[in-house]
């Protein structure tokens, strides 16, 4: 089905990585303001449902849970995976 439709995964993986990447920015700065924050659960389904990448890149760009183990190990774990299942369903 998704072999199908290249420009349907293209924009849901724009758009879901931007998400990620959106979420850790305001994350950050709620974080710097001590105001009501986005649960770590909601960032890994995010970055779960395939935006890894924008959230990796959030971690880094906002400096924000680097210093959380489970997040250091956990979404860049995540990104190998989905590029793993990634590759397999496009090469079979």
């Not at 709620?30 to 935006?51: C, D, K, N, S, W």
Request: hydrophobic fraction near 60%.
């Amino acid at each position: 089905m998704l072999k199908d439709s290249p420009m349907f995964l293209f924009w849901y993986l724009l758009i879901v990585n931007l998400l990620a990447l959106i979420l850790f920015g305001i994350d950050k700065y709620r974080a710097q303001r001590h105001q009501y924050r986005i649960p770590e659960a909601t960032l890994f389904t995010v970055a779960i449902l395939g935006g890894s990448l924008g959230a990796w890149a959030g971690m880094y760009l906002f400096r924000h849970k680097t210093a959380h183990k489970r997040f250091v190990i956990g979404i860049p774990l995540i990104l190998v995976v989905q590029i793993v299942v990634a590759v397999w369903y496009f090469v079979n």
